[in-house]
């Protein structure tokens, strides 16, 4: 899978694409992440990317330009891909939207920053808008970042055991939260692992892990409801 980051700030992402499983999986010739500075793409001496508002207001928003000459350029560098643009106005993500972004081929992420993009960018792009949640970020590295990591656990081979992915919270048919695991040691602080999950009895261990999963679900379920 490719994946294209567009960015003001490419420093941001180095140490993030060189750890964990996504520098493996890189390694390993399964994720193929680039990542391309809009700034590159901007005129003019000063290579400005931000302007003021016509209309006045604070802030100031990205200039159509290098965002789009920078996204057009990087989608001719391959098929075209699924472009997502990172703001605060697109649909709230979740692991069904992961699904989704994960059955691409190529993904290609522009981030925003300062008070968000001319509005042209979106007429001319007509980008898939996401955002990760209702709360204001400096801009849309940390999102991009939330993206790569969630839909690069189901690009096959990422993972070392694909159950894992299967087994996590938010996956599946019925969306369930994770419940409660326990390893080494049997007892500590007083507190000792449920006896079902030491019985051998798969089936039963199966059982109270779907039971603990639906009480956790409906615990967030209602702090979200009450919060």
């Known amino acids: 899978m490719r994946i294209d980051i567009l960015t003001l700030f490419p420093e941001m992402f180095t140490s993030f694409l060189e750890g964990s499983l996504i520098g493996a999986a890189r390694a390993a ?49 391959a098929d075209t891909g699924h472009l997502v643009m990172l703001t605060p106005g697109g649909r709230r993500l979740d692991q069904a939207i992961v699904e989704q972004l994960a059955t691409h081929d190529r993904l290609v992420l522009v981030c925003g920053r300062y008070e968000g993009f001319d509005e042209r960018v979106k007429a001319i792009l007509a980008p898939d808008e996401i955002s990760i949640g209702d709360y204001v970020l400096s801009g849309g590295e940390v999102a991009a970042m939330v993206i790569v990591d969630a839909v690069s656990r189901l690009v096959p081979g990422v993972l070392g055991d694909e159950e894992s992915a299967r087994q996590d919270s938010f996956s599946g048919a019925d969306r369930l939260v994770e419940g409660p695991q326990y390893t080494r040691p049997r007892e500590y602080r007083g507190l000792e692992v449920p006896d079902v999950l030491l019985s051998g009895d798969h089936q039963k261990i199966a059982a109270w892990r779907h039971e603990q999963a639906l009480t956790a679900t409906r615990r967030r379920n209602l702090q979200t409801t009450h919060s």
């Open 29 to 77: 010739g399964l994720l193929d992440i680039r990542v391309t500075n809009i700034r590159d793409f901007s005129t003019g001496t000063h290579r400005q990317v931000d302007d003021r508002p016509f209309g006045g207001g604070p802030g100031m928003l990205l200039m159509a330009g290098p965002v789009v000459d920078c996204v057009e350029a990087v989608q001719q560098q």
